[in-house]
């Protein structure tokens, strides 16, 4: 099955036993962090913290933090077999061009109903308004971090050259009510579109979805070819087309499900230093000088969860 989003989801886990509503009043300045670190430790649930400090919304966290969760969140019956669906999906990829001559064939079926499906209206966009990211409760989450990070972000860009779009997952470290971090690796696909924009001078548009379906949140970190899209991706995971919305600001398109979409810019002549962070390696990451994201809009769902893993 697929999940509509990440509160169709949260729900399904809710269902099963597997998520927890906690109602007292909790910090997002490093107090849900040690929650949640212990929790994982115990090979806990998933949590909905539903009274976030100095925010109205709430934070949804640890949703993959087990295979029977992860499983569930992409309809697999094992981890293994995502191998087996990138490997098919890579395969099938090189008939692309030929999607007329190919539909009578059962093989490709399920590639044929993975494309992007273009929508005017979305649930994202129910509300437009003024960025503010101090809104957001956006999480600091070790002592020695250099601020609050976005660590979930489903960073959209499009390439100058082939005009086609990626998404990839970036850590974003908040500088302010407007501005981010934006932490492009060398190697990473985002940061070679924004060497063609570095090239080109001026302004590059990004827009960073938050909370999406599982599928499109596995997909933006998944070890795809630059020439499969991440959202067909997603669409063969789910095996159904994932919707997705043009922003208000820029002519990127978002997936339509997510719950909070900042639209903005990079100048590609900016940089700012970002970091120390926590990394995954246990240790924190040195400071560095990396782009800078300015929100121009921010988008969401009337009543939206802000999701983190």
Same mark, same amino acid.
């Given at each position: 099955?697929?999940?509509?989003? @990440?509160? %169709?989801?949260?729900?399904?886990?809710?269902?099963? *036993? =597997?998520?927890?509503? #906690? $109602?007292?009043?909790?910090?997002?300045?490093?107090?849900?962090?040690?929650?949640?670190?212990?929790?994982?430790?115990?090979?806990?649930?998933?949590?909905?913290?539903?009274?976030?400090?100095?925010?109205?919304?709430?934070?949804?966290?640890?949703?993959?933090?087990?295979?029977?969760?992860?499983?569930?969140?992409?309809?697999?019956?094992?981890?293994?077999?995502?191998?087996?669906? @990138?490997? %098919?999906?890579?395969?099938?990829?090189?008939?692309? *061009? =030929?999607?007329?001559? #190919? $539909?009578?064939?059962?093989?490709?079926?399920?590639?044929?109903?993975?494309?992007?499906?273009?929508?005017?209206?979305?649930?994202?966009?129910?509300?437009?308004?003024?960025?503010?990211?101090?809104?957001?409760?956006?999480?600091?989450?070790?002592?020695?971090?250099?601020?609050?990070?976005?660590?979930?972000?489903?960073?959209?860009?499009?390439?100058?050259?082939?005009?086609?779009?990626?998404?990839?997952?970036?850590?974003?470290?908040?500088?302010?009510?407007?501005?981010?971090?934006?932490?492009?690796?060398?190697?990473?696909?985002?940061?070679?579109?924004?060497?063609?924009?570095?090239?080109?001078?001026?302004?590059?548009?990004?827009?960073?979805?938050?909370?999406?379906?599982?599928?499109?949140?596995?997909?933006?970190?998944?070890?795809?070819?630059?020439?499969?899209?991440?959202?067909?991706?997603?669409?063969?995971?789910?095996?159904?087309?994932?919707?997705?919305?043009?922003?208000?600001?820029?002519?990127?398109?978002?997936?339509?499900?997510?719950?909070?979409?900042?639209?903005?810019?990079?100048?590609?002549?900016?940089?700012?230093?970002?970091?120390?962070?926590?990394?995954?390696?246990?240790?924190?990451?040195?400071?560095?000088?990396?782009?800078?994201?300015?929100?121009?809009?921010?988008?969401?769902?009337?009543?939206?969860?802000?999701?983190?893993?």
């Amino acid at each position: 099955m697929h999940y509509r989003d @990440i509160q %169709d989801f949260m729900q399904a886990l809710e269902k099963r *036993g =597997l998520l927890k509503r #906690i $109602k007292t009043e909790v910090d997002p300045n490093l107090e849900i962090t040690e929650i949640v670190d212990r929790v994982v430790k115990s090979n806990g649930p998933a949590l909905l913290f539903e009274n976030v400090k100095n925010s109205s919304y709430p934070v949804l966290i640890n949703i993959f933090g087990s295979y029977e969760r992860l499983n569930m969140a992409l309809g697999i019956a094992n981890t293994d077999d995502i191998a087996n669906i @990138i490997h %098919d999906i890579i395969d099938m990829s090189k008939y692309i *061009g =030929l999607v007329n001559k #190919i $539909k009578s064939i059962p093989k490709f079926s399920r590639l044929l109903k993975a494309f992007p499906r273009k929508v005017k209206d979305a649930p994202c966009q129910e509300v437009v308004e003024e960025p503010d990211l101090d809104k957001l409760p956006i999480l600091k989450c070790w002592p020695k971090d250099g601020g609050r990070f976005i660590t979930l972000p489903l960073v959209i860009t499009k390439d100058p050259e082939t005009n086609m779009q990626n998404m990839g997952m970036y850590r974003m470290q908040v500088f302010d009510k407007k501005t981010t971090g934006m932490h492009w690796h060398i190697h990473k696909d985002g940061r070679e579109i924004y060497l063609k924009y570095k090239k080109m001078g001026g302004k590059m548009p990004v827009s960073v979805a938050i909370g999406s379906d599982p599928a499109t949140i596995y997909s933006a970190t998944a070890p795809l070819p630059k020439e499969i899209d991440e959202m067909l991706f997603s669409g063969f995971i789910r095996n159904s087309p994932v919707d997705i919305v043009k922003c208000k600001t820029n002519d990127l398109y978002v997936p339509a499900n997510s719950e909070f979409v900042l639209e903005g810019y990079v100048d590609v002549d900016e940089m700012r230093e970002e970091g120390p962070f926590g990394d995954h390696t246990g240790y924190y990451s040195l400071k560095d000088l990396y782009p800078v994201f300015h929100v121009e809009c921010i988008t969401r769902k009337k009543n939206p969860v802000y999701e983190i893993n």
